[in-house]
T-cell receptor
Framework: QKEVEQNSGPLSVPEGAIASLNCTYS??????FFWYRQYSGKSPELIMS????GDKEDGRFTAQLNKASQYVSLLIRDSQPSDSATYLC????????????FGSGTRLSIRP | DAGVTQSPTHLIKTRGQQVTLRCSPK?????VSWYQQALGQGPQFIFQ???????QRGNFPDRFSGHQFPNYSSELNVNALLLGDSALYLC????????????FGPGTRLTVT
């Protein structure tokens, strides 16, 4: 079982709609959760971090965390063509606080 | 404010050779982490340096080694290159006060033939 799992996609969403990206993780001791955006040919960019159960909003982005279900998601409201990228879910465990485990990413495509 | 820089941008090596990749962290950051990203995969953690010592290591063989200098810059060395070492090598820097505030450099694309 992979430590961090994501649907590889591509996920195609019409412009202006809500894009929903999901991620599950296997280590129940995980404490910190991140979403990175990676444009083709570029390096990852941190867009959201979440540490507590519930929702965290930042502009058009909302991260949701459910530790009991070992599930974290990212919602992108009013999707724009510039949101087309690969979104990487990353998880850090408490026992190795500084080691971050990445999922393989979900490719998101926003269609006009 | 300069971000994370890496050199070289691209590199082509032959199996069995050795390679050194370099990274300069963002201003104010003292911690450097290295990742390997194969095509279509997420970054895989190789190791992390601060105070010139390796602090954490992922599941990579001893062929992968590193170094951090007093000015916080870092090198990644890979010996006895294999075809499977072909990947994008990413350096990320962070302040020690917040390991997770990682800023990635543009990466070095290594091709092993």
């Amino acid at each position: 079982q992979k430590e961090v799992e994501q649907n590889s996609g591509p996920l195609s969403v019409p412009e202006g709609a809500i894009a929903s990206l999901n991620c599950t993780y296997s280590d129940r001791g995980s404490q910190s959760f991140f979403w990175y955006r990676q444009y083709s040919g570029k390096s990852p960019e941190l867009i959201m971090s979440i540490y507590s159960n519930g929702d965290k909003e930042d502009g058009r982005f909302t991260a949701q965390l459910n530790k009991a279900s070992q599930y974290v998601s990212l919602l992108i409201r009013d999707s724009q063509p510039s949101d087309s990228a690969t979104y990487l879910c990353a998880v850090a465990g408490y026992s190795s606080a500084s080691k971050i485990i990445f999922g393989s990413g979900t490719r998101l495509s926003i269609r006009p | 404010d300069a971000g994370v820089t890496q050199s070289p941008t691209h590199l082509i090596k032959t199996r069995g050779q050795q390679v050194t990749l370099r990274c300069s962290p963002k201003s104010g950051h003292d911690t450097v982490s290295w990742y390997q990203q194969a095509l279509g995969q997420g970054p895989q953690f190789i190791f992390q340096y601060y105070e010139e010592e390796e602090r954490q290591r992922g599941n990579f063989p001893d062929r992968f080694s590193g170094h951090q200098f007093p000015n916080y810059s870092s090198e990644l060395n890979v010996n006895a290159l294999l075809l499977g070492d072909s990947a994008l090598y990413l350096c990320a820097s962070s302040p020690r006060t917040d390991f997770y505030e990682q800023y990635f450099g543009p990466g070095t694309r290594l091709t092993v033939t």
